[in-house]
């Protein structure tokens, strides 16, 4: 009853602010655009709603300097753990913790320098026991991965509006997070390999929550770019929750 009392007081909140600044903007077609808090407090809220602990997902990716497709599995896990790997040919494991992560081969992992590029589990399933600390997460880590909290603008993905977080419209090149408008899951992002603006510029685009065998917690199709150009298309196959999957799964070097 208390997380269904507070979910409907967001959605209030949200239709309020919204009310209120449609009537005091002078100028027609000025849009009301939410603090960057709200949009993140609005996500992890979403993702509060669901009851699975961890996934399984079996994937199947497409990779530019490659002619077949590969097919990976991932293995996700509150809070912020990931696991993914290459099923076929010469395993590639990927393996994060709470916002460390380490990759190479399967029997020699290495802990990968620098800033970390992958947001989807900060995004998705974030540390913290309350809405309260999960947003306070994901706030601190956009801001570590070079992105500016104090800016916020509007842009359209596909046709669908969203809220860029980290840059104006006209700044392409910044580093950035966009938000759907309506349903608040991200679906692109802009960072760089050494922080900031500097480095090679990585971007992820995600799509089709609604059709992905994972649910709202994953894509259905995720892309990536390095330094504009293709790199990789990956897309859920299917999917398994609940597993109880074992923490040695997730250890780093």
Same mark, same amino acid.
């Given at each position: 009853?208390?997380? $269904?009392?507070?979910?409907?007081? $967001?959605?209030?909140?949200?239709?309020?602010? %919204?009310?209120?600044?449609?009537?005091?903007?002078? +100028?027609?077609?000025?849009?009301?655009?939410?603090?960057?808090?709200?949009?993140?407090?609005?996500?992890?809220?979403?993702?509060?709603?669901?009851?699975? /602990?961890?996934? &399984?997902?079996?994937?199947?990716?497409?990779?530019?300097?490659?002619?077949? $497709?590969?097919? @990976?599995? $991932?293995?996700?896990? #509150?809070? =912020?753990?990931?696991?993914?790997?290459?099923?076929?040919? /010469?395993?590639?494991?990927?393996?994060?913790? =709470?916002?460390? &992560?380490?990759?190479?081969?399967?029997?020699?992992?290495?802990?990968?320098?620098?800033?970390?590029?992958?947001?989807?589990?900060?995004?998705?399933?974030?540390?913290?026991?309350?809405?309260? @600390? #999960?947003?306070? *997460?994901?706030? @601190?880590?956009?801001?570590?991965?070079?992105?500016?909290?104090?800016?916020?603008?509007?842009? #359209?993905?596909? !046709?669908?509006? +969203?809220?860029?977080?980290? +840059?104006?419209?006209?700044?392409?090149?910044?580093? !950035?997070?966009?938000?759907?408008? *309506?349903?608040?899951?991200?679906?692109?992002?802009?960072?760089?390999?050494?922080?900031?603006? %500097?480095?090679?510029?990585?971007?992820?685009?995600?799509?089709?929550? +609604?059709?992905?065998?994972?649910? &709202?917690?994953?894509?259905?199709?995720? =892309?990536?770019?390095?330094?504009?150009?293709?790199?990789? *298309?990956?897309?859920?196959?299917?999917?398994?929750?609940?597993?109880?999957?074992? =923490?040695?799964?997730?250890?780093?070097?």
């Amino acid at each position: 009853m208390t997380e $269904l009392c507070y979910s409907q007081n $967001l959605m209030k909140k949200a239709l309020y602010l %919204t009310l209120l600044l449609s009537f005091s903007l002078p +100028a027609i077609g000025q849009a009301y655009i939410l603090p960057p808090d709200f949009i993140v407090r609005m996500l992890v809220d979403k993702q509060r709603q669901g009851k699975s /602990q961890d996934w &399984s997902l079996k994937l199947s990716t497409e990779y530019a300097d490659q002619d077949l $497709l590969s097919e @990976e599995r $991932l293995y996700l896990k #509150r809070p =912020e753990r990931v696991r993914q790997f290459e099923t076929s040919g /010469q395993e590639r494991v990927y393996v994060e913790r =709470e916002g460390k &992560s380490a990759s190479g081969h399967k029997k020699v992992l290495k802990l990968n320098p620098g800033p970390h590029t992958n947001l989807l589990a900060t995004l998705m399933i974030p540390v913290g026991k309350t809405v309260d @600390e #999960r947003s306070a *997460r994901i706030m @601190e880590f956009l801001t570590q991965s070079g992105i500016d909290t104090s800016v916020v603008s509007l842009g #359209r993905l596909n !046709q669908k509006p +969203a809220y860029i977080v980290g +840059a104006k419209l006209s700044e392409t090149k910044k580093p !950035q997070i966009w938000f759907d408008k *309506r349903s608040f899951l991200p679906v692109r992002w802009l960072v760089y390999s050494k922080g900031d603006s %500097t480095g090679t510029p990585i971007e992820v685009r995600l799509a089709n929550y +609604a059709s992905s065998p994972a649910g &709202s917690i994953h894509p259905q199709i995720l =892309e990536t770019y390095r330094d504009g150009k293709f790199v990789s *298309r990956t897309t859920v196959l299917e999917a398994k929750v609940n597993q109880s999957l074992p =923490e040695s799964l997730f250890e780093l070097p």
